[in-house]
């Protein structure tokens, strides 16, 4: 369960989590505006005004690190406890609920599968194992955001991956990659906006 990236801390536990209020609000502020933006030109997507589920208790994210036989990353906890699970998230992307994490679901198997196939090898995601890659949101056409867990009692943060067959985008954590989220949304609202001109 070793990764590399993940940065021990005695603390970990300690620090503030007042990032995910600013991001949740930040990403419901951008699908909001793309939402306008697509029924400014007739385009209907009450989808993307889903709200995120309520935040998991800590009893819960410690009975799901027990059944996937993994300890989450700091941050990811933090996220949790705001969110557990958000339907289109951003754009068509949607993050798990903890419930619906599995380490032998469908898709993990044909990720790892497809790894195999094409060669690629866990260092080139930077671990020693790819048996901890768990699958924590994704795509209907394919896309899958990964995190791997701590190799140590407790980390401040693990990368995020974004997997779509054999390619892959790093992020440094689950804070970077909703950032990055939230930068996308609002690329896409400005060039929503620039062609309505």
Known sequence: MALVACAWSNK???????????????????????????LAVGRK?????????????????RATEARLGVRFDEKYKQWLAHVDGWTAFSGGGDLYQLANMSMDSPEHKVMIDTFR?????????????????????????????????????????????????IEYTRFDSVEDFLNR?????????????????
Do not use: H
């Open 12 to 38: 970990t536990s300690k620090q503030p989590s007042d990032w995910v209020p600013r991001v949740i609000s930040s990403l419901k502020t951008q699908q909001k505006a793309w939402y306008d933006e697509n």
């Open 45 to 61: 997507s009450d989808w993307m005004l889903t709200e995120p589920n309520p935040g998991a208790s800590p009893e819960d994210i």
């Open 117 to 165: 196939e094409y060669s690629i090898q866990p260092r080139d995601l930077e671990m020693d194992s790819f048996d901890n890659l768990i699958i924590v949101g994704g795509t209907a056409d394919g896309i899958q955001y990964v995190t791997t867990g701590c190799p140590e009692p407790q980390c401040a943060s693990a990368p995020v991956w974004e997997i779509q067959n």
């Open 181 to 197: 989220k939230v930068a996308l949304a609002k690329a896409v609202v400005e060039q929503l906006k620039n062609q309505s001109k």
